[in-house]
């Protein structure tokens, strides 16, 4: 019974969490660190530049500004859509299934690091046999993260096929981000002959 009760504690406060963000939510803020982290390093060069430009400086702690403000400015966006998609779902009132949504996602979370808590008890001897033999979830749980793992598998294809697409959009955005500055200097670069004419300049 005290599997069962943990089991319920976690699984229910999942699905607390979850109901109160909505799945939309929920997805849309790991997807916006995730491509937020691959704008920041697509974006990375384009920003420094602008920077460089707007503020008039070469320092080398510019490409860390445009880095983080590619990251920011990506997660801002993609939260706006968040909201904006929620913003919709209330005003058709069918709200509540994104909440249940995401309710039940949490809450399947919580069940798979629950399972993977058990599995590591059971494999280092710290729970009984009389513990599983009481418990109604046990055998259930036990077998939840190979399901969730063949789950993982199934829908792998075409989550690696977006992702892969949104890679090579991000990829043409910066070809022509990066075309429209090609002619402006790089903080790396250093004109070879400008440095050695301005010794002579200032004798």
């Known amino acids: 019974m005290v599997i069962d009760i943990i089991f319920v504690i976690m699984a229910g406060y999942g699905f607390y969490l979850g109901f109160a963000k909505g799945i939309i939510r929920t997805i849309f803020t790991i ?3 995730l491509f937020g982290l691959l704008a920041a390093f697509k974006f990375a060069p384009a920003a420094t530049k602008f920077l460089e430009t707007a503020f008039d400086s070469n320092n080398p702690m510019m490409f860390l500004a445009g880095f983080l403000l590619s990251f920011v400015l990506t997660m801002i966006l993609i939260r ?3 909201r ?3 913003g919709f779902l209330r005003t058709a009132n069918i709200n509540i299934v994104n909440q249940f949504a995401g309710g039940l996602l949490l809450a399947g979370m919580m069940t798979l690091l629950y399972s993977m808590v058990l599995w590591f008890g059971t494999q280092s001897k710290l729970i009984d046999e009389q513990t599983k033999s009481q418990s109604f979830t ?3 749980l ?3 993260p190979d399901r969730v793992w063949a789950a993982i598998k199934f829908i792998q294809p075409s989550v690696r096929e977006f992702w892969d697409d949104s890679i090579d959009f991000m990829d043409q955005l910066r070809d022509r981000s990066m075309e ?3 002619g402006e200097p790089n903080i790396f670069d250093i ?3 400008e440095e050695s004419s301005e010794p002579t300049s200032n004798r």
């Open 31 to 33: 997807l916006s660190f």
């Open 80 to 82: 706006l859509v968040a």
């Open 84 to 86: 904006a998609i929620e």
């Open 180 to 182: 429209q500055t090609d």
């Open 142 to 144: 036990q077998h939840y």
């Open 191 to 193: 004109d070879d002959e």
């Open 138 to 140: 046990y055998t259930y």
